[in-house]
Nanobody, 119 residues
Framework: QVQLVESGGGLVQPGGSLRLSCAAS????????MGWFRQAPGKLREAVAG???????NYADSVKGRFTISRDNVKNTVYLQMSSLKPEDTAVYYC?????????????WGQGTQVTVSS
């Protein structure tokens, strides 16, 4: 079992920055691929960024060059640094932890944190 707790959301003006954090507990953090997803009102949840245990990253095209995902395997925390924020980045952001055990996919979600980009 993995418990995920996000923090760092809030209201920011267009062009501003925010850093989201996701603290994990309950299992071997470094064995999980960690990801950030977001869901805007009336839209499906979408992947934003992911980072595997070795530090390899992937980003959605819509956030490339603006968002940076990182992890600290000592603090069991994954971060999402968001810069040059746009109103269309407004959404609830969710942290995800996933790993394949060999027989099943373990998949965990945090409760979400609201990010609102507005002037």
């Amino acid at each position: 079992q993995v418990q995920l707790v996000e923090s760092g959301g809030g209201l920011v003006q267009p062009g501003g920055s925010l850093r989201l954090s996701c603290a994990a507990s309950g299992s071997i953090f470094s064995s999980y691929t960690m990801g950030w997803f977001r869901q805007a009102p009336g839209k499906l949840r979408e992947a934003v960024a992911g980072i595997d245990g070795g530090g390899s990253t992937n980003y959605a095209d819509s956030v490339k060059g603006r968002f940076t995902i990182s992890r600290d395997n000592v603090k069991n925390t994954v971060y999402l640094q968001m810069s040059s924020l746009k109103p269309e980045d407004t959404a609830v952001y969710y942290c995800n932890a996933a790993r394949w055990t060999g027989s099943e996919l373990e998949n965990y979600w945090g409760q979400g944190t609201q990010v609102t980009v507005s002037s």
